[in-house]
């Protein structure tokens, strides 16, 4: 390194430490790497993305940071096995939910199994009609289609993999520990949110906040089995993302709840938002693979809360976590508080 380089790394540095600390941002490798390039102007477009989410925001939060450097400084190879974790993540999740959806349809046409053979010994004790003989015989062929078709899209999907797929999960989920995205939905996960609102809370950035479940998702899964159910959660994920404006961030809060920050917002605003999103749930359509029955019942209930001053995260996510149960006994389908 020639002086006159050493001499401009340095001066980058004086001015990249203090501005790194002016907006809060964690000194790590990859934030370093990016506030240095913003500091030495030389991606124009990294510095308008970071000088807009300043503007914004009046800080960086560690998951627009994440973002910036995967978009602007993360070379191919980098981003690649990124992907390729993302990938194998969730069709282990896929694999070990066919799984267990066929391992629930099998026990269910053990049951009917069972049934069937009870009443063919009380046909055999007391006699049965003919038309009692047929029926029996045609809810048999029911269920043993429907077990077919359940163990042949395992089959299908699961093909020779037997012992690795355990393996492969529990390796996959130690590399996914550092991971900022849910990889089934490919939103932010709690991770990342945790991380981004304990940023906030600590900046006293003023800030909304959305917590949502789907309805009866439970149910649902039973109903329809988990790989539907993971369709939900894809579909749920996708409209949160096309219906975040002003620097909204949604991730996946746990299970079949997703949480909304909204910087900068009063709880109005996040009450419209809110409405936004319910609104879009209600339009939602999926098929069952199975079936091919169409099901559009998908619906979710909503608790808003603003951020009081002094308040603490905790407080913040209960309040907003009451009024989304309150939704739920008052019917679903709705957002509280109504004011």
Known sequence: MSTDSFVESTETLK???PLMMKYKVPITPTNYALWYTYTKQQT???NLAIDQGIAELGLCTPTLCESLYQEHLANQTEQDVRQVKQSLTAMVQELSHTMMDALSDTEAFQSVLTKSFDKLETAEQNGLSL????????????????????TGTFKGQLSSAKDEITTLREALAESQKEANEDA????LNRRAFDRDFQHYIESNTPLSFILLDIDKFKDFNDKFGHLMGDQVLKTIARRLKVNCRDYAQAYRFGGEEFAIILPHKMKASARQQAETFRRAFERISVIDKKTGQRVNSITASFGVAEKQPNESGECLIDRADSFMNQAKKLGRNRVLPLN
């Open 15 to 17: 001015k990249t430490v």
């Open 44 to 46: 124009p477009e990294l």
């Open 131 to 150: 038309d009692d003989t047929m029926k029996l015989v045609r809810d048999l062929i029911r269920e043993s289609r429907q077990i077919q078709a359940s």
């Open 184 to 187: 089934l939905t490919g939103i």
